[in-house]
Protein backbone atom coordinates (compact mmCIF):
# COMPACT_ATOMS: atom_id res chain seq x y z
CA UNK A 1 0.00 0.00 0.00
CA UNK A 2 2.72 2.17 0.96
CA UNK A 3 5.13 1.37 -1.89
CA UNK A 4 1.71 2.15 -4.33
CA UNK A 5 1.46 5.25 -3.17
CA UNK A 6 5.15 6.13 -2.76
CA UNK A 7 4.74 5.04 -6.88
CA UNK A 8 1.95 6.98 -7.33
CA UNK A 9 4.15 10.09 -5.44
CA UNK A 10 7.02 9.70 -7.66
CA UNK A 11 4.83 9.33 -11.38
CA UNK A 12 2.81 12.88 -10.19
CA UNK A 13 6.63 14.19 -9.14
CA UNK A 14 7.86 13.51 -12.40
CA UNK A 15 5.02 14.79 -13.82
CA UNK A 16 5.45 18.31 -11.72
CA UNK A 17 9.09 18.60 -12.49
CA UNK A 18 8.53 17.43 -16.44
CA UNK A 19 7.44 21.22 -16.66
CA UNK A 20 10.99 22.81 -16.43
CA UNK A 21 13.11 22.58 -19.49
CA UNK A 22 16.64 21.10 -19.40
CA UNK A 23 19.18 24.20 -19.88
CA UNK A 24 21.23 23.52 -22.63
CA UNK A 25 24.88 24.19 -22.32
CA UNK A 26 25.60 28.06 -23.53
CA UNK A 27 26.71 28.49 -27.06
CA UNK A 28 30.99 28.38 -26.99
CA UNK A 29 30.76 26.61 -23.35
CA UNK A 30 32.95 23.26 -24.97
CA UNK A 31 35.56 25.64 -26.31
CA UNK A 32 35.44 27.99 -23.75
CA UNK A 33 36.63 24.92 -21.44
CA UNK A 34 39.16 23.42 -23.95
CA UNK A 35 40.61 27.04 -24.07
CA UNK A 36 41.04 27.39 -20.43
CA UNK A 37 42.36 23.48 -20.11
CA UNK A 38 45.20 24.38 -23.24
CA UNK A 39 46.24 27.24 -20.74
CA UNK A 40 46.14 25.06 -17.61
CA UNK A 41 49.04 22.79 -16.50
CA UNK A 42 48.53 19.68 -15.73
CA UNK A 43 49.63 18.85 -12.19
CA UNK A 44 52.26 15.66 -11.43
CA UNK A 45 50.43 12.70 -9.49
CA UNK A 46 53.73 11.76 -8.07
CA UNK A 47 55.03 13.37 -5.73
CA UNK A 48 58.96 12.58 -6.00
CA UNK A 49 60.34 11.47 -2.65
CA UNK A 50 63.70 13.32 -2.22
CA UNK A 51 65.24 12.77 1.29
CA UNK A 52 65.67 15.67 3.63
CA UNK A 53 69.65 16.91 3.20
CA UNK A 54 71.45 15.97 6.34
CA UNK A 55 74.81 17.49 7.85
CA UNK A 56 77.01 14.00 8.46
CA UNK A 57 77.02 13.24 12.07
CA UNK A 58 79.96 14.96 13.71
CA UNK A 59 82.37 12.37 15.53
CA UNK A 60 81.89 14.39 19.05
CA UNK A 61 78.63 12.43 19.04
CA UNK A 62 80.29 9.07 19.74
CA UNK A 63 82.68 10.54 21.57
CA UNK A 64 79.59 11.70 23.90
CA UNK A 65 78.24 8.11 23.75
CA UNK A 66 81.19 6.50 25.61
CA UNK A 67 81.23 7.83 29.47
CA UNK A 68 77.26 8.18 29.37
CA UNK A 69 77.88 4.55 28.63
CA UNK A 70 80.29 4.17 31.32
CA UNK A 71 77.84 6.10 33.90
CA UNK A 72 75.16 3.31 33.24
CA UNK A 73 77.54 0.27 33.59
CA UNK A 74 78.64 2.07 36.98
CA UNK A 75 75.35 2.71 38.16
CA UNK A 76 73.87 -1.06 37.58
CA UNK A 77 77.23 -2.32 39.19
CA UNK A 78 76.99 -0.05 42.08
CA UNK A 79 73.38 -1.01 42.43
CA UNK A 80 73.94 -4.93 41.92
CA UNK A 81 76.59 -4.83 44.95
CA UNK A 82 75.03 -2.96 47.85
CA UNK A 83 77.68 -0.78 47.94
CA UNK A 84 75.70 2.63 47.77
CA UNK A 85 72.92 0.96 49.77
CA UNK A 86 73.71 3.59 52.90
CA UNK A 87 73.11 6.39 50.51
CA UNK A 88 69.03 4.86 49.83
CA UNK A 89 66.29 5.43 52.18
CA UNK A 90 65.56 2.69 54.29
CA UNK A 91 62.44 2.14 52.67
CA UNK A 92 64.58 0.76 49.70
CA UNK A 93 67.15 -1.30 51.66
CA UNK A 94 65.46 -1.65 54.99
CA UNK A 95 64.02 -4.99 56.56
CA UNK A 96 60.92 -4.53 54.66
CA UNK A 97 61.98 -4.94 51.66
CA UNK A 98 64.37 -7.54 52.36
CA UNK A 99 61.27 -8.87 54.66
CA UNK A 100 64.14 -10.41 57.17
CA UNK A 101 62.50 -9.35 60.11
CA UNK A 102 58.75 -11.30 59.35
CA UNK A 103 58.01 -14.34 61.73
CA UNK A 104 58.35 -17.90 59.14
CA UNK A 105 54.72 -18.48 60.19
CA UNK A 106 53.27 -15.11 59.50
CA UNK A 107 49.91 -15.58 58.64
CA UNK A 108 48.98 -11.81 58.17
CA UNK A 109 46.80 -11.80 61.86
CA UNK A 110 45.09 -15.19 61.30
CA UNK A 111 47.42 -16.67 63.96
CA UNK A 112 46.92 -13.96 66.61
CA UNK A 113 43.24 -14.75 66.17
CA UNK A 114 43.44 -18.46 66.38
CA UNK A 115 46.33 -17.82 69.70
CA UNK A 116 43.21 -15.53 71.56
CA UNK A 117 41.39 -18.13 71.28
CA UNK A 118 44.14 -20.93 72.59
CA UNK A 119 43.31 -23.14 69.64
CA UNK A 120 46.96 -22.82 68.26
CA UNK B 1 43.75 14.33 -34.19
CA UNK B 2 40.60 13.41 -36.40
CA UNK B 3 41.95 9.82 -36.01
CA UNK B 4 42.33 10.55 -32.25
CA UNK B 5 39.25 11.86 -31.70
CA UNK B 6 37.73 8.80 -33.35
CA UNK B 7 39.29 5.97 -31.64
CA UNK B 8 38.71 8.21 -27.91
CA UNK B 9 35.13 8.16 -28.83
CA UNK B 10 35.51 4.12 -28.62
CA UNK B 11 37.40 4.07 -25.67
CA UNK B 12 35.81 3.58 -22.07
CA UNK B 13 36.06 6.78 -19.37
CA UNK B 14 38.83 4.74 -17.78
CA UNK B 15 40.51 4.71 -21.26
CA UNK B 16 40.08 8.42 -21.56
CA UNK B 17 41.14 9.44 -18.42
CA UNK B 18 44.81 7.24 -18.48
CA UNK B 19 45.07 9.55 -21.99
CA UNK B 20 44.25 12.50 -20.09
CA UNK B 21 46.67 11.92 -17.37
CA UNK B 22 49.48 11.48 -20.37
CA UNK B 23 48.26 14.86 -21.40
CA UNK B 24 45.87 14.77 -23.90
CA UNK B 25 43.69 17.01 -24.60
CA UNK B 26 41.80 15.14 -27.45
CA UNK B 27 40.82 12.48 -24.37
CA UNK B 28 39.89 15.21 -22.16
CA UNK B 29 37.48 16.48 -24.75
CA UNK B 30 35.96 13.46 -25.32
CA UNK B 31 35.16 13.06 -21.22
CA UNK B 32 33.70 16.50 -21.96
CA UNK B 33 31.54 15.87 -24.16
CA UNK B 34 29.92 12.90 -22.57
CA UNK B 35 29.78 14.55 -19.28
CA UNK B 36 29.96 18.24 -19.64
CA UNK B 37 26.11 18.74 -20.76
CA UNK B 38 24.95 16.94 -17.26
CA UNK B 39 27.61 18.52 -14.83
CA UNK B 40 26.32 21.85 -16.48
CA UNK B 41 22.61 21.15 -16.16
CA UNK B 42 23.30 19.90 -12.42
CA UNK B 43 24.68 23.20 -11.56
CA UNK B 44 22.30 25.35 -13.16
CA UNK B 45 19.61 23.40 -11.35
CA UNK B 46 21.35 23.79 -8.36
CA UNK B 47 21.94 27.12 -8.38
CA UNK B 48 18.60 28.06 -10.25
CA UNK B 49 20.40 29.42 -13.49
CA UNK B 50 22.89 31.61 -11.93
CA UNK B 51 24.90 33.63 -14.60
CA UNK B 52 28.08 31.90 -12.96
CA UNK B 53 26.70 28.07 -13.30
CA UNK B 54 29.05 27.91 -16.32
CA UNK B 55 32.44 28.50 -14.47
CA UNK B 56 30.78 26.01 -11.52
CA UNK B 57 30.97 23.35 -13.95
CA UNK B 58 33.95 24.18 -16.02
CA UNK B 59 36.16 24.32 -12.76
CA UNK B 60 35.03 20.36 -11.95
CA UNK B 61 36.71 19.72 -14.98
CA UNK B 62 39.60 21.77 -14.69
CA UNK B 63 40.36 19.85 -11.64
CA UNK B 64 39.79 16.68 -13.38
CA UNK B 65 42.59 18.32 -15.49
CA UNK B 66 44.86 18.74 -13.00
CA UNK B 67 45.10 15.85 -11.45
CA UNK B 68 43.16 12.91 -13.35
CA UNK B 69 44.20 10.31 -10.66
CA UNK B 70 42.14 11.58 -8.36
CA UNK B 71 38.99 9.60 -9.78
CA UNK B 72 39.59 6.22 -8.01
CA UNK B 73 37.06 4.55 -10.18
CA UNK B 74 37.25 5.51 -13.56
CA UNK B 75 33.26 3.79 -13.64
CA UNK B 76 32.80 6.69 -11.59
CA UNK B 77 33.35 9.04 -13.31
CA UNK B 78 29.93 11.26 -13.97
CA UNK B 79 29.06 11.21 -10.53
CA UNK B 80 32.98 12.14 -10.00
CA UNK B 81 32.50 15.20 -11.66
CA UNK B 82 28.97 16.02 -10.16
CA UNK B 83 29.95 15.32 -6.16
CA UNK B 84 32.73 18.23 -7.19
CA UNK B 85 30.68 20.50 -9.20
CA UNK B 86 28.14 20.07 -6.38
CA UNK B 87 30.61 20.85 -3.46
CA UNK B 88 31.28 23.80 -5.98
CA UNK B 89 28.12 24.83 -5.84
CA UNK B 90 27.69 24.66 -2.41
CA UNK B 91 31.07 26.23 -1.60
CA UNK B 92 29.77 29.05 -3.65
CA UNK B 93 26.41 29.27 -1.38
CA UNK B 94 28.19 29.33 1.95
CA UNK B 95 29.97 32.74 0.57
CA UNK B 96 28.04 35.97 1.73
CA UNK B 97 27.61 37.87 -1.93
CA UNK B 98 25.72 41.00 -2.60
CA UNK B 99 24.28 40.05 -5.40
CA UNK B 100 22.49 37.02 -4.26
CA UNK B 101 19.31 38.65 -4.72
CA UNK B 102 19.84 39.78 -8.39
CA UNK B 103 20.35 36.16 -9.23
CA UNK B 104 16.92 34.96 -8.14
CA UNK B 105 14.46 35.33 -10.80
CA UNK B 106 11.32 36.72 -10.39
CA UNK B 107 8.53 35.05 -9.91
CA UNK B 108 5.05 35.99 -10.81
CA UNK B 109 3.27 34.74 -7.62
CA UNK B 110 0.24 32.66 -9.20
CA UNK B 111 -2.28 33.30 -6.03
CA UNK B 112 -2.62 36.58 -7.59
CA UNK B 113 -4.71 36.02 -10.45
CA UNK B 114 -6.41 32.57 -9.13
CA UNK B 115 -8.21 32.01 -12.22
CA UNK B 116 -5.63 32.58 -14.88
CA UNK B 117 -4.45 29.22 -15.99
CA UNK B 118 -0.38 28.63 -15.99
CA UNK B 119 0.69 28.90 -19.47
CA UNK B 120 3.88 26.70 -20.53
CA UNK B 121 6.70 29.42 -19.54
CA UNK B 122 5.34 30.06 -16.10
CA UNK B 123 5.03 26.86 -15.31
CA UNK B 124 8.55 26.45 -15.89
CA UNK B 125 9.21 29.52 -14.28
CA UNK B 126 7.11 28.44 -11.35
CA UNK B 127 8.63 24.64 -10.96
CA UNK B 128 12.19 25.66 -11.17
CA UNK B 129 11.70 28.53 -8.51
CA UNK B 130 10.05 26.43 -6.17
CA UNK B 131 13.21 23.24 -6.66
CA UNK B 132 15.29 26.53 -5.78
CA UNK B 133 13.57 27.24 -2.55
CA UNK B 134 14.61 23.33 -1.72
CA UNK B 135 16.90 23.11 0.97
CA UNK B 136 20.08 22.67 -0.98
CA UNK B 137 20.73 18.90 -0.27
CA UNK B 138 17.33 18.29 -1.19
CA UNK B 139 17.52 19.71 -4.41
CA UNK B 140 21.10 18.20 -5.46
CA UNK B 141 19.58 14.79 -4.20
CA UNK B 142 16.17 15.25 -6.47
CA UNK B 143 18.57 16.73 -9.48
CA UNK B 144 20.66 13.76 -9.29
CA UNK B 145 17.48 11.53 -9.47
CA UNK B 146 15.14 12.55 -11.26
CA UNK B 147 16.71 15.25 -13.82
CA UNK B 148 20.08 13.36 -14.59
CA UNK B 149 18.45 10.05 -14.13
CA UNK B 150 21.14 8.29 -11.74
CA UNK B 151 20.06 5.44 -9.47
CA UNK B 152 19.89 6.12 -5.72
CA UNK B 153 23.57 4.17 -5.34
CA UNK B 154 24.99 6.50 -7.51
CA UNK B 155 23.17 9.56 -6.13
CA UNK B 156 24.03 8.45 -2.44
CA UNK B 157 27.52 8.13 -3.91
CA UNK B 158 27.73 11.70 -5.46
CA UNK B 159 26.22 12.71 -2.31
CA UNK B 160 28.49 10.66 0.15
CA UNK B 161 25.52 9.31 2.09
CA UNK B 162 23.77 6.09 2.45
CA UNK B 163 21.17 4.70 0.16
CA UNK B 164 18.26 5.10 3.05
CA UNK B 165 19.41 8.92 3.95
CA UNK B 166 19.46 9.45 0.26
CA UNK B 167 15.55 8.13 0.09
CA UNK B 168 15.05 10.34 3.15
CA UNK B 169 15.86 13.22 1.70
CA UNK B 170 14.27 13.24 -1.54
CA UNK B 171 10.89 11.84 0.30
CA UNK B 172 11.23 15.42 2.13
CA UNK B 173 12.01 17.12 -0.95
CA UNK B 174 9.02 15.52 -2.66
CA UNK B 175 6.92 16.60 0.22
CA UNK B 176 8.34 19.95 0.32
CA UNK B 177 7.59 20.71 -3.41
CA UNK B 178 4.39 19.16 -3.16
CA UNK B 179 3.50 21.73 -0.50
CA UNK B 180 5.17 24.16 -1.87
CA UNK B 181 3.24 24.07 -4.75
CA UNK B 182 -0.48 22.47 -3.37
CA UNK B 183 -1.76 25.30 -5.26
CA UNK B 184 -1.11 24.42 -8.89
CA UNK B 185 -0.13 21.44 -8.42
CA UNK B 186 -3.37 19.05 -9.85
CA UNK B 187 -3.08 22.53 -12.40
CA UNK B 188 -0.01 21.27 -13.01
CA UNK B 189 -0.59 17.38 -13.41
CA UNK B 190 -3.45 18.58 -15.88
CA UNK B 191 -1.42 20.27 -17.89
CA UNK B 192 0.53 17.61 -18.46
CA UNK B 193 -1.75 15.22 -19.04
CA UNK B 194 -3.66 17.95 -21.86
CA UNK B 195 -0.35 18.12 -23.87
CA UNK B 196 0.61 14.46 -23.35
CA UNK B 197 3.58 14.54 -21.86
Known amino acids: MEQDNNRSD ?3 LKAVLGHSPAPELPAGAMDRLMARIAAEPQGSNVVPFVPRPSAPRPFWRLVAAV ?3 ASLALGIWLGASGKMDFMMPSTVTGGVVLNDDAPVDD ?10 EGTT | ?3 DAAAFRQMTDAGLLKATAAGSHAAFAEIASRHYQSVYRLVWRMTNGAADAEDMAQEAFVRLWRNPAQVREAGALRGWLMRVAANAVIDRSRKPRSAALDDAPEVEDPQA ?4 PLD ?8 DARIADLPERQRLALSLVYF ?3 TNIEAAAVLEVSVDALESLLARARRGLKDSLSGEWRELLGGLAETGQ
Do not use: K, N, S
Not at chain 1, 107 to 116: I, N, Q, S
Open chain 2, 1 to 3: MTR
Open chain 2, 120 to 127: RAQAARLV
Open chain 1, 10 to 12: DRE
Open chain 2, 113 to 116: RPDA
Open chain 1, 67 to 69: PLA
Open chain 1, 107 to 116: LGGVGDAYAE
Open chain 2, 148 to 150: EGL
